[in-house]
């Protein structure tokens, strides 16, 4: 299996909390786009796999107008093998969708929505500075079901300084009211270069305890649970047959092309990324430069981030995988190092696969950080 990725980097307005790479400028939207329909036509130069999942990130996707989307579209299924079982996934703001909008998404081929809602309170989404409200993003979630779109995924933000546990409940349960089968929700992160930032430096706001961080977590696993969702990856909970198949690609180390300005790629034991500029990106791709670096995973490298990335999902490290993939000294490391968590009962060992309990979902980076090798 196999996935792309386009990021389109162009937003409304920057939200407080965000350090993706992005512009509130379209000046150079066409010549952007012009340019990554030619990145896909050069990234397939030596890439025969089948596309099994198509994903539009940013940034907004949204902001996108048919003819653009088509045209990206288009270029993606002249020069790859795609998969009639394709999962295409476009990440949108509430704000951005109509119903014509959502029509012309369902006829470009999109199936699945991710649907930026972050919380279903105005207050909320005026300190996150999102553009939408929390009117909207309800309605933007009954009018995308009502014209035909099932697998829908929306964004919950908790850990938050003005996130009351009964707030963060009731966000919750608008999950089940609306009966949207797939949820991410993340703790909120401090990222150096964002408002939020700034204002906890300058004392304008506190975050909420560690104690009461791990509540709500714990609210939310019990909440999934309750509800019949499957906690598949730390962060994300979905009904049985609405895994996100794109980001499970992720986790399980399968290869994927990343399209546009500051996207990933990863095949052949490399990792590629793009230039984090978008003027920058587009003069390279225009005049045939190098709009990318490039680095060789080494085992270690590999091994790290194998255990990084499996131990987040339900599927663990299988150390029958392990064996095969990596030198003894890597699997003896790994059943060594993962004793004390076993007997802790922060990890649990069925047959051979060893994975997180919900005890140990909690330190979870602190389980892979120690289960790293480093030299």
């Given at each position: 299996m196999?996935g792309?990725?386009?990021?389109i980097?162009?937003?409304?307005?920057?939200?407080?909390?965000?350090?993706?790479?992005f512009?509130?400028?379209?000046?150079?939207k066409?010549?952007?786009?012009?340019?990554?329909?030619?990145?896909?036509?050069?990234?397939?130069?030596?890439?025969?796999?089948?596309?099994?999942?198509?994903?539009?990130?940013g940034?907004?996707?949204?902001?996108?107008?048919?003819?653009?989307?088509?045209?990206?579209?288009?270029?993606?299924?002249?020069?790859?093998?795609?998969?009639?079982?394709?999962e295409?996934?476009?990440e949108?703001n509430?704000d951005?969708?109509?119903?014509?909008?959502?029509?012309?998404l369902k006829?470009?081929?999109v199936?699945?929505?991710?649907?930026?809602?972050?919380?279903?309170y105005d207050?909320?989404?005026?300190?996150?500075?999102?553009?939408?409200?929390?009117?909207?993003?309800e309605?933007?979630?009954?009018?995308?079901?009502?014209?035909?779109f099932?697998?829908?995924?929306?964004?919950?933000?908790?850990g938050?300084?003005?996130?009351?546990?009964?707030?963060?409940?009731?966000?919750?349960?608008?999950?089940?009211?609306l009966?949207?089968?797939?949820?991410?929700?993340?703790s909120?992160?401090?990222?150096?270069?964002?408002?939020?930032?700034?204002?906890?430096?300058?004392?304008?706001?506190?975050?909420?305890?560690?104690?009461?961080v791990?509540?709500?977590?714990?609210?939310?696993?019990d909440?999934?649970?309750?509800?019949?969702?499957?906690?598949?990856?730390i962060s994300?909970?979905?009904?049985e047959?609405?895994?996100?198949?794109?980001?499970?690609?992720?986790?399980?180390?399968?290869?994927?092309l990343?399209?546009?300005?500051?996207?990933h790629?990863?095949?052949?034991?490399?990792?590629?990324?793009?230039?984090?500029?978008?003027?920058?990106?587009?003069k390279?791709?225009?005049?045939?430069?190098?709009?990318f670096?490039?680095?060789?995973?080494?085992?270690?490298t590999?091994?790290n981030?194998?255990?990084?990335?499996?131990l987040r999902?339900?599927?663990?490290v299988?150390?029958?995988?392990?064996?095969?993939s990596?030198?003894?000294?890597?699997?003896?490391?790994?059943?060594?190092e993962?004793k004390?968590?076993?007997?802790?009962?922060?990890?649990?060992?069925?047959?051979?696969?060893?994975?997180?309990?919900?005890?140990?979902?909690?330190?979870?980076?602190?389980?892979?950080?120690?289960?790293f090798?480093?030299?």
């Open positions: 196999s792309i990725y386009i990021h980097p162009f937003c409304k307005q920057k939200c407080s909390y965000c350090d993706f790479h512009s509130t400028s379209l000046k150079n066409t010549a952007l786009i012009q340019s990554i329909v030619k990145e896909i036509q050069l990234k397939s130069l030596g890439f025969d796999e089948q596309l099994t999942t198509i994903y539009f990130g940034g907004t996707p949204s902001l996108l107008n048919n003819e653009e989307l088509l045209r990206i579209v288009e270029a993606i299924y002249k020069s790859y093998q795609v998969s009639k079982k394709i295409f996934t476009l949108c509430p951005d969708l109509s119903k014509q909008k959502l029509i012309e006829n470009a081929g199936n699945r929505l991710s649907i930026g809602t972050q919380s279903f207050d909320d989404l005026q300190f996150f500075n999102r553009a939408h409200t929390a009117n909207e993003a309605k933007s979630i009954l009018m995308s079901q009502d014209i035909g099932e697998n829908i995924t929306i964004d919950l933000i908790y938050t300084p003005i996130l009351t546990e009964k707030k963060w409940e009731y966000n919750l349960n608008k999950v089940e009211a009966k949207i089968p797939h949820l991410s929700a993340y909120l992160t401090i990222e150096p270069k964002t408002a939020i930032n700034h204002q906890l430096k300058i004392k304008k706001i506190k975050l909420p305890p560690e104690e009461d791990i509540k709500q977590f714990n609210t939310l696993m909440f999934a649970n309750q509800l019949g969702m499957i906690h598949y990856e994300n909970f979905a009904k047959g609405f895994f996100s198949q794109h980001n499970s690609n992720y986790w399980r180390g399968e290869k994927y990343g399209i546009g300005p500051s996207a790629s990863f095949y052949n034991n490399k990792r590629w990324w793009n230039v984090s500029n978008n003027s920058n990106y587009i390279a791709i225009q005049n045939e430069l190098t709009f670096e490039v680095e060789n995973i080494d085992e270690q590999a091994y981030e194998y255990v990084l990335t499996r999902t339900i599927w663990g299988d150390l029958t995988d392990l064996s095969k990596f030198s003894p000294k890597f699997v003896t490391y790994f059943i060594d993962s004390k968590y076993l007997n802790s009962t922060h990890l649990q060992k069925n047959n051979h696969v060893i994975s997180l309990t919900k005890k140990g979902i909690v330190i979870a980076d602190k389980i892979s950080s120690d289960l090798f480093v030299v």
